[in-house]
């Protein structure tokens, strides 16, 4: 049977946030695999492995991206896309950073979801569109938010937000309707479910880094005077996960 995964080389040094990436895109139906930020490695990886994306941060690679990139290009045969991540937001980098050969310029942070979003715009791809679920993306949000996995909490977010994306107006709807129905999913009481969720909250908060914060909320932690409140939150990474799904299925 022939494999029709998307092949995505992930240059990196086995950083935490890119071997996060490279597995939840794995979960999301990609072949995706990390190659060290070594120029003359990373070339000659790309040219033995023929894979169909190539994602690199600027910031932080020890490889010179533009030579890499202006490498395939000028080949003038096989070339993947580049999709280039930075933490810098600058006109000029970004005309650099095309002008070698980059398919798509990223800003950090992002995040797997974002990434697959921006490959399936660039190489539409059945396999890859049957593996993306709201159940991998919300799951991949609270991992991202630092919710302790080992808590109550942590499975209730989870169960709210999904139900919360699929179906509209249940975050604004939390007393009488969302917490009801993660109670009934749990066979637990609403109280529970909401002062779950409330601890889990409070928790995640104390340890969660500023840029997921951003991420999802468009903030940094101190703009709220302890964290935000259970509607504030489920909220937020409700609408982060419906605009990002829809910007994918698109």
């Not at 996995?149 to 942590?154: D, E, R, S, V, W």
Request: with cysteine.
């Amino acid at each position: 049977m022939k494999n029709d995964k998307l092949k995505v080389l992930l240059c990196g040094d086995s950083s935490k946030k890119v071997i996060t990436i490279a597995r939840d895109l794995t979960n999301m139906g990609f072949s995706a695999y990390i190659r060290p930020s070594d120029e003359d490695m990373l070339i000659s990886s790309v040219k033995k492995e023929n894979p169909d994306v190539v994602i690199a941060d600027l910031t932080s690679s020890r490889a010179d991206l533009f030579k890499v990139m202006r490498t395939f290009r000028n080949a003038g045969s096989f070339c993947p896309e580049f999709i280039i991540t930075s933490d810098i937001d600058n006109n000029f980098i970004k005309r650099q950073v095309f002008d070698a050969g980059a398919s798509y310029f990223l800003l950090n942070p992002c995040g797997a979801y974002e990434i697959a979003s921006v490959i399936r715009s660039l190489i539409p791809s059945p396999v890859a569109d049957s593996f993306f679920d709201v159940e991998s993306v919300v799951t991949e949000a609270i991992r991202r938010l630092a919710v302790p996995a080992n808590i109550k909490g942590y499975h209730y977010i989870r169960t709210a937000v999904i139900f919360s994306v699929k179906k509209n107006g249940m975050v604004t709807n939390m007393t009488k309707k969302l917490y009801p129905d993660v109670a009934e999913y749990y066979h637990t009481t609403p109280s529970s479910v909401e002062k779950a969720i409330r601890h889990a909250i409070q928790l995640s908060w104390n340890r969660v880094e500023s840029d997921a914060v951003r991420t999802y909320f468009g903030c940094t932690p101190d703009v709220y005077k302890s964290h935000p409140t259970n509607s504030e939150y489920l909220a937020a990474v409700t609408d982060k996960i419906r605009l990002g799904i829809k910007k994918f299925s698109s």
